[in-house]
C-alpha cells in the first residue's frame, strides 16, 4: 500500500520528452542541457534523460548535483545558478561546467583549479534584458579578455536567459544580439566559442518556427522534458507527455459546510487575508497535504467537478459539491502538477515518491 501523500513518477514519459525534444533540438545543431533543479535532482529523473540521450544535466543546487555525481551517472554536470564564493571548492568538485557573471567568483574557480590541477570550464552570462544574471553587453569584451588572461578556467561559451524575473521572451532579435556579440568576442581574441547558450524551455518555440539563430548551438531544459509543458506560453509541447508526475493526496473530512466564514476576518496563517464568495452550503473535503509540500496554485485536480478552495501549512481544501465521484474519508484524490507545484512536492520530504518504467501504469 503506498504512503499518502505521493507522487507517482513515470520514467518512460520522461524519456520518450527528452528524445522527442533532443531530437526536434539536433535538427537545428542544438544540444540539450536537462534541468533537473524542478525536480530536485531525482536521480532516477536525470536516469531517464540521460536515456532518452541527454548528456549534460544542470542544476542550481550544488547538492544536488552531488546526488547525481555520486549516483554515478554517466553524464556532465553544469551548475547553472551563478557559484557562491564560498562554495567555490564544491563547484569544482561536483560541476563539470558552471554560468558565471562575476569577475571575483571566476578568479577565485581560477585558483582552486590550480591547487588541483585541473581546468575548469565556464560560460559567461550577458544580460539581454530579463534582468536576472549576468553582465550587460557593453562589458563583454573587457570581461572575456580578463578571463582569458586567468589560468585553471577556460570561456567555452556565453549565454542568456529569459523568462525567470522579468518575464523577458526570448526573440530571434534578442537572441540575434546574443550571436553577434559571440562573433564579436571570437574576432577580437581570435578564439572560438564552443557553446552559445541560448536559453530555457521559453526558446523552443523559436526551434519548432524555425526561426532561432543558426549559431545558438545549446538550450537548457527543464519544465519542457518533465512535463512537456512551455509555461510561460501556456501550452504543452508537441509531441510530449505531461501527465509525468501524479500527485496523490487522501482525504481525511468531508463535511457540508457554509461557504462563507462566520466572524470577522482578518489574515490567515500566511499573513494573508482571503476573499470569499457567498454559495450557500457546500460539499467540502479536506485533504492531508499543504503549502509546506506543494503550490496550491499549480494544481490541476484529474477528477471533473473538484475545485480548490484554499489550503494552509497542511491541510488543502476542495469543494467537492459538484463531483460526479462520492469522495469519503479515506478516498485519494488525484493531481496534475505545473511547474511550481512540481518543484514544491518533488522538494517535500512527506511526499513520497514512487517509480515506474511502463507507460502504462497509472
Keep these: 500500500m503506498k504512503i499518502n501523500p505521493h507522487l507517482d513518477i513515470y520514467l518512460d514519459k520522461i524519456k520518450s520528452n527528452s528524445e522527442n525534444i533532443k531530437t526536434l533540438c539536433l535538427k537545428h545543431g542544438i544540444t540539450v ?141 534578442n537572441l540575434t544580439k546574443l550571436v553577434e556579440l559571440a562573433e564579436e568576442i571570437e574576432k577580437n581574441f581570435h578564439i572560438n566559442l564552443e557553446v552559445i547558450s541560448g536559453g530555457n524551455t521559453s526558446v523552443l518555440k523559436l526551434v519548432e518556427d524555425d526561426v532561432i539563430p543558426n549559431r545558438i548551438n545549446q538550450l537548457r531544459i527543464g519544465v519542457g522534458i518533465m512535463l512537456g509543458q512551455d509555461d510561460v506560453r501556456l501550452r504543452n509541447i508537441a509531441g510530449t507527455y505531461q501527465d509525468t508526475f501524479i500527485l496523490t493526496a487522501e482525504v481525511i473530512e468531508v463535511q457540508e459546510k457554509p461557504s462563507f466564514p462566520r466572524g470577522e476576518i482578518g489574515r490567515d496563517a500566511f499573513g494573508e487575508i482571503p476573499v470569499f464568495r457567498d454559495l450557500g452550503i457546500r460539499k467540502r473535503a479536506i485533504l492531508a497535504i499543504g503549502k509546506q509540500d506543494t503550490y496550491l496554485d499549480s494544481l490541476i485536480p484529474l477528477k471533473e467537478g ?11 481544501i476542495i469543494d467537492i459539491t459538484d463531483s460526479k465521484e462520492e469522495l469519503k474519508v479515506g478516498a485519494e484524490v488525484r493531481f496534475k502538477l505545473n511547474y511550481p507545484a512540481l518543484l514544491s512536492a518533488t522538494t517535500s520530504k512527506y511526499v513520497k515518491k514512487y517509480f515506474y518504467k511502463r507507460k502504462e501504469i497509472k
Design 33 to 173: 542541457v536537462g534541468i533537473t533543479k524542478g525536480c530536485c535532482a531525482i536521480t532516477e529523473v536525470g536516469q531517464a534523460m540521460i536515456d532518452g540521450g541527454i548528456n549534460i544535466l544542470g542544476d542550481s543546487r550544488i547538492e544536488n548535483l552531488k546526488r547525481l555525481k555520486k549516483s554515478e551517472l554517466k553524464v556532465e554536470t553544469m551548475l547553472i545558478r551563478i557559484p557562491m564564493l564560498s562554495e567555490v571548492d564544491r563547484v569544482l568538485d561536483w560541476a563539470d561546467i558552471s554560468l558565471n557573471s562575476e569577475i571575483s567568483v571566476i578568479k577565485s574557480l581560477s585558483q582552486e583549479a590550480l591547487k588541483r590541477k585541473s581546468v575548469h570550464r565556464i560560460i559567461l552570462m550577458i544580460d539581454l534584458g530579463d534582468l536576472r544574471e549576468g553582465i550587460m553587453p557593453d562589458d563583454a569584451l573587457q570581461m572575456v579578455d580578463e578571463i582569458r588572461k586567468l589560468p585553471g578556467v577556460k570561456i567555452i561559451g556565453i549565454g542568456a536567459n529569459f523568462c525567470c524575473i522579468s518575464g523577458v521572451m526570448p526573440t530571434r532579435k
Design 306 to 316: 473538484i475545485k480548490i478552495v484554499g489550503a494552509s501549512s497542511d491541510h488543502l
